[in-house]
């Protein structure tokens, strides 16, 4: 049994179908890329996944249980957290805070170590992420990388076991680039049963992570494989530059 | 021995008290309050302040849905309504005394609250506001309907209803009721804090910052938005109950929008989101309202031999207004948001570690040990 299974899923806004028809697995200790071009159905997708979008058809299994139609907030608690493409801090909470909130989650709660405060837990996942010292400065004061890292810090807090990360590096600098991916592969080592999605369009960072890439085109699914099949396969190459004269 | 006792215990105070502007401003305020009835202050003044306690529990309340969780609600006389008038009911039909019947009616106000909060969450923004604005708008409807007279007594309400203190003189009384709403103004006003500054209340504040974040951290949304509203109803039928044993009388007019609208612009005034900011705002609303416009103004004029026409009551109206309007303008965050932001820039500079709400500083405490 798979972790996660993802079967024939499809949604369609109106005419439009922005997934269509995609199965793939993704198993325990797993790091999965997603890409695509600009629109594509990658965040559509993760919405899909996270519950905040009902699809039309198909299936989402995880562990052999169906979560099709679960609210948000659920399926977090089941175990697959996620972040934002565009970074949603709690802006006038401290940023130790907007950890506290997901470990008041029930999840986060029931993970929280015995003999440990919930202070002392989101602390520590701030130390993760590296944002010890921003601790107790209110989210809207701080920079835009940290935000990322507060949103990564975040979807941890409820250690989920499938954790999709939805354009992790959009806007970071190459240092930050570096900084990231350097804490998702410490993260990986950390806990080696959690399967890990990134949605990336920086394909540089990304093929560095992952071992197994699915690339996605107008919501259906083109190829998948390897970061070295992916990156010889004709059709994404066609798919991102157009084709060869 | 016990002096060591003594000190410590005084340092330990200082240090959660003294150390925390928006404590010291509360301490400052409830020491001018306490002295206030015996300065020898008039009956009518005491009356006034007595309303000013009934009204910051109401805005206070408010203040914990709307400033914390962000659910605007505009209907909030509703709780006020239904609290007043529950309490009026047993007693007219059971004859239970107040103590017996205040607790019930602000049980039967937080019942209320999760009966309208399931429909009415869903709703969220303007929306929201405008669809909580429809329930005592049907209440009101609803007391002053000819066939249900027998029961809600119609436009008159039900009245002659039993005071506080009765074994008391009138001016004994008066204190004692003074004394009563501040320590009942006292209790809430802290319950409600320590909601809202606790684990449960940093939740809160995640719904109004932004909703499906808090969704994609596990939150049941729904369930903490409802339990703000509760929590909410239950203080707001609590003022509701005070006011109409203060008053005697429970009647429509505790329904009517006007009602509704007191919690806003007293938060407003105070600072919204600080819970302590209406409270501070119920003062600063009573006190123009009541002594600047009717009494310093109008007597002053009128030692002038100046006689106001009759009229002068709704010029007072639009004055009020005005001046409502240049404070909020002055002080977009709020009177007492802005005196605590000043009292915290004194202290920053005394020491710049030890600022910001408990649960961060009781933290920080921790990691230096």
Redesign the interface.
Known sequence: MHLLEIQNLTKRFGGLTAVDNISFHVDEGEMVGIIGPNGAGKTTLFNLL?G?LKPDSGQLRLRGENIVGL???KI??KGI??T?QVV???????V???V???L?????AQKIEWLKT???KA?DMLEDVGLSEL??EPAENVGHGDLKRLEMA??L??EPDILLLDEPFGGLNPLETDFLTKSIMRMHLDEPSRATIIVEHKLYALMKIVRRVIVIHQGAKIAEGTPEEIAKNERVIEVYMGKGI | MVLTYFRRAYSSFAAHVFDIPPRLMVLLFLMILAVLPVTGLSSYYLRILISANILAIFAASWDLLVGRTGQISLGHSLFFGIGGYTTALLFKYFGLPIWITIPIAMLVGALISLLIGFPCLRVKGPYLALVTMAFPLILYNLVRWSPLIPIFGGEFGIRDLPAFFPELVVREQRIAIYYLTLLLLFASSVIIYKIANSKTGIVFVSILDDEVASKACGINVTRYKLTSLVISGLFASLAGCLQVHVLGVSNPPMFLLTMSFIPVILTFLGGIGTIYGPIVGAYIYLVLDKYVLTDLLQNSLESFGVVLPSEFDYAKLLIFALIVLILVIKWPRGIARFTTDKLENLEEARDLDERGPRIWKRYKKKEKN
């Open positions: 996270s905040f609210p948000p907030h977090v608690n957290a996620r934002f949603r801090p709690f802006r006038h909470l401290p130790i805070a907007n506290m909130v997901a008041k989650s029930p999840r986060g919930t202070e002392r602390a601790m107790l975040k979807a807090a409820t």
